[in-house]
């Protein structure tokens, strides 16, 4: 191939194209309980604002609980046989739902133990399949491979809450739950066709001898000593929890504050999140465009944006609810472009033996401070109003574009820079 040649497209590589195609299906039925969970928990079970917080903290609390160390065990097994395990346990968990309640004895402890418990399988495949990429796509094509998995679920979050508003309004929402109860099923049977991996191999051969301690200080060592990683894992932490706060009282707000209906929140839900797939799509063009720390302190700054629109939405008219998907579509837009890029460098960085740890220390903080904000916004809700909750959570938004705005990050021009800052020594190799 000559130097000037366009790479085959990924689709072309058979390993991803069913990868990407069984993650498409399961991204449409995770878009789908996104809606139909909690309109279940609202709707069919009544629960407070302090429950509709918990619901939403148990997604993501095993991230805080056990992150770090499924990222230890993800490092030291095949990864293939821990995706198809955790597909196969969340098909079981979710399918429990529509069952209980065609049984008549759902009820919403049966609700938070599900979702604690689907989070779990979360963290399992969330950290695995993150390490387990790379080995079939080629470092060098990250990004493209990052982008197109963003695209598609970004596409699942427009297409997905449409659909589940529609459902909703002609069966249950805990029946809709079925689908998505399949879509991990339909997962899990694609994986068995992808290609069997074995456990990573560290040239020094001393993986196995590390304790846990010792092994978790590795993975922490390959954030600590890259500026980009270090900085953009601190404006996560604010991101997370102040998105959190605020996405614990979405449909609370949408439904009780701004008296907008079910079906109608589905929609609103899937056009505002069409912010999240042009993100997506365009995250590599961005980055290209403008630089890589403009692009993320500019993508980091739009949540508070969004979000700031959205409490001004009131009334149940079709003004408010054009508004409330505006809002949304703004307020999604550039926390793809800030995944796929800081993901992709991530993945590109870390060798193959240390992915499930470096993966696991970023996302345990970030998803587990999902779970601290979740609860956050249940107690705000509780003590101050809905829409008040949501006005704080936005202001709390504009403090990650400010943190990376005061950071050497936003210097850099592309991601093999390094920002200009003091050389610090780096006992993993990794630089």
């Not at 230890?72 to 399918?95: G, K, S």
């Not at 829409?387 to 943190?403: H, I, K, N, Q, W």
Request: a neutral charge; hydrophobic letters at 55%.
């Amino acid at each position: 191939m000559g130097v000037t040649d366009k790479p085959a497209s990924l689709f072309r590589n058979r390993a991803f194209a069913l990868f990407w195609s069984s993650q498409s299906v399961s991204f449409l039925g995770t878009q789908i309980t996104y809606v139909a969970l909690p309109l279940t928990a609202v709707v069919v079970l009544s629960a407070t604002p302090m429950e509709a917080g918990l619901l939403n903290a148990l997604e993501s609390l095993p991230f805080l609980l056990f992150g770090l160390f499924v990222g230890v065990l993800v490092d030291r097994r095949a990864r293939r046989p821990i995706l198809i395990m955790a597909n196969l346990v969340r098909f079981a968990a979710l399918a429990w739902i529509p069952l209980a309640y065609a049984l008549g004895i759902l009820t919403i402890t049966q609700l938070l133990a599900v979702t604690f418990l689907v989070g779990v399988m979360t963290v399992f495949f969330e950290i695995a399949y993150m390490s387990y990429l790379p080995g079939f796509v080629g470092r060098d094509r990250l990004m493209e491979a990052n982008g197109k998995l963003q695209a598609s679920s970004s596409a699942a979050e427009v297409a997905g809450p449409g659909i589940a508003g529609g459902l909703i309004s002609v069966i249950s929402a805990p029946v809709v739950i079925a689908i998505d109860a399949v879509s991990y099923l339909v997962s899990a049977l694609a994986l068995v066709g992808m290609p069997a991996d074995s456990a990573p191999q560290n040239d020094t051969d001393t993986e196995g001898k590390l304790s846990v301690l010792a092994s978790l200080r590795e993975g922490f060592a390959v954030v600590r000593h890259n500026t980009l990683l270090r900085w953009c894992t601190g404006a996560v932490f604010f991101l997370s929890l102040f998105f959190s706060s605020v996405m614990a009282v979405y449909f609370l707000f949408l439904i009780r504050e701004a008296g907008i209906g079910s079906a109608a929140v589905g929609l609103i839900v899937a056009v505002g999140s069409g912010g999240g797939l042009v993100g997506a799509l365009l995250s590599e063009r961005l980055n290209t465009w403008l630089g890589t720390g403009p692009t993320l302190v500019a993508a980091l700054a739009l949540p508070g944006i969004g979000f700031l629109l959205l409490s001004a939405v009131d009334g149940g008219s079709l003004g408010a609810a054009v508004l409330a998907g505006v809002a949304t579509f703004i307020g999604f837009f550039g926390i793809p472009v800030f995944d796929v890029t800081v993901i992709s460098f991530r993945q590109s960085i870390t060798p193959e033996h240390l992915q499930g740890r470096v993966n696991a220390t970023v996302r345990s903080l970030s998803w587990g401070t999902l779970a601290l904000g979740s609860l956050m916004g249940g107690a705000l809700a509780s003590a101050l109003g809905l829409r008040e909750t949501v006005v704080l959570s936005a202001a709390g938004l504009f403090v990650p574009s400010l943190f990376l705005l005061l950071s050497p990050v936003r210097a850099m021009r592309h991601l093999e820079q390094q920002p200009d800052e003091p050389a610090e020594p780096n006992p993993v190799g990794t630089r």
